[in-house]
């Protein structure tokens, strides 16, 4: 394998794996977000606390470390090197080394990777979480249905390489949601604005 390739997925691996939502909670004090709601470490549990300022530093810094990776190795060693990068980015924050593999859902990275790697693509996939999230509450939803059609608009709008990377990456976010496809064909997936049942509290209820 090409060095270039090597050193992309690690660099990807690395920069996808920084727990932001843990750093960020455990620097302004709020202990481990880890411990609270759904235990997830994206966005959506770092709300959880009641700070909206570090819930959306989570979102934005967790969508930054996809898109980091895609744009320098692109910048650096070329288009094959910058998919590489974005996959690794999103396996990094589903399976982070430093947390025991046990990372979040993937969407915020994931998202960062589509929006640097081909910015229509990633666009295309950012409405379709608005839309649905908005015409369902299910924030679970909108991620599921915008990465189920992310590979397909990447295949009609970018190349045919980044529709492959999009492809996995799509697999490996809603393979990480797999609790949540339990509870929505069991009707019991709660919907946006409302608190989740105390009885699925170890199951991530929504992404980040």
């Known amino acids: 394998m090409d060095l270039a390739l090597i050193l992309a997925a690690i660099g990807g691996y690395l ?8 750093l960020l909670t455990q620097t302004a004090g709020l202990g481990d977000v880890r411990k609270i709601g759904s235990g997830n470490i994206g966005a959506t549990n770092v709300l959880r606390t009641g700070r909206k300022g570090l819930a959306a530093a989570t979102l934005l810094l967790d969508a930054l470390k996809g898109a980091a990776p895609v744009l320098v190795a692109g910048a650096l060693a070329g288009r ?41 693509v990633g666009l295309l996939a950012c409405a379709t979480w608005l839309a649905s999230a908005a015409i369902f509450r299910i924030s679970s939803l909108a991620a599921l249905l915008a990465f189920a059609l992310a590979p397909l ?34 009707g019991t997936e709660p919907r946006i604005g409302r608190k989740k049942p105390a009885d699925a509290a170890t199951e991530p209820p929504a992404t980040s």
């Open 15 to 22: 920069s996808g794996s920084i727990p932001f939502g843990l």
């Open 80 to 120: 094959n090197a910058a998919l590489v990068a974005g996959a690794a980015a999103v396996a990094g924050h589903l399976f982070p080394v430093w947390l025991g593999f046990a990372g979040g859902k993937g969407v915020a990275t994931g998202l960062g990777v589509l929006i640097a790697g081909s910015w229509p």
């Open 153 to 186: 608009s990447a295949w009609f709008l970018a190349d045919r390489p980044f529709a492959f990377m999009v492809g996995a990456v799509a697999l490996g976010v809603i393979a990480r949601h797999h609790g949540n496809i339990r509870r929505l064909l069991a």
